[in-house]
């Protein structure tokens, strides 16, 4: 496929565009509620000599299980709709951070019913075992308890709401 580099009205050229509304449709493994565009993993996308596709790609964190899983769908993806050569390249500085997930992505983990982020990174206090202030994704009470650091993922804790009594998992602030 030969792609032709007309520039649309947000200054990408149109074939990158067109990648980003792909990538738009790209689900994370672990959290299907959220595109690989919502969690903010997409750094940046290049339309190299020959059509070739580079997409840098930055992990939620460097041991992540579903990198690898989550690359491969970037690069199907992308390929389905005729482009030959897509690279995905791994990019680990700077880190990723839950301030990178959108606000359309925020939403979405709540109405997944996973409370999303709260805070900046630099108020994480889950690394000294203080638990997040978090408000229940299907009540919005704040009369919430942690059970565990951990929930289906290293990235989640597992909640507890006092009005409701229903279980959640919370998106640590990263």
Known sequence: MQV?????????????????TILEKVEDPEVPALSVVD???IRDIQILENNEI????????????????????????VEKVGFKVVTV?????????????SEEGRVKLKEYGIAPPVGKP??????FG????????????????????FGSTACKA????GACEEPFEYFKCL
């Open 158 to 161: 597992l909640y507890k709401c």
């Open 54 to 77: 580079k997409i840098d790609v930055t992990p939620t964190y460097t041991g992540c299980p579903a990198t690898l899983l989550i690359n491969s769908l970037i690069k199907m993806a």
């Open 89 to 101: 390249n791994t990019v680990l500085s700077p880190p990723w951070t839950t301030e990178w997930i």
């Open 39 to 41: 969690l903010g993993v």
């Open 4 to 20: 032709k580099l007309s520039v649309v009205n947000n200054g990408r050229p149109k074939a990158v565009q067109e990648i980003w």
């Open 122 to 127: 630099e108020t994480r206090g889950a690394l």
């Open 130 to 149: 203080v638990a997040a202030e978090v408000s229940c994704p299907r009540c919005n009470s704040f009369k919430t308890k942690r059970v565990s650091e």
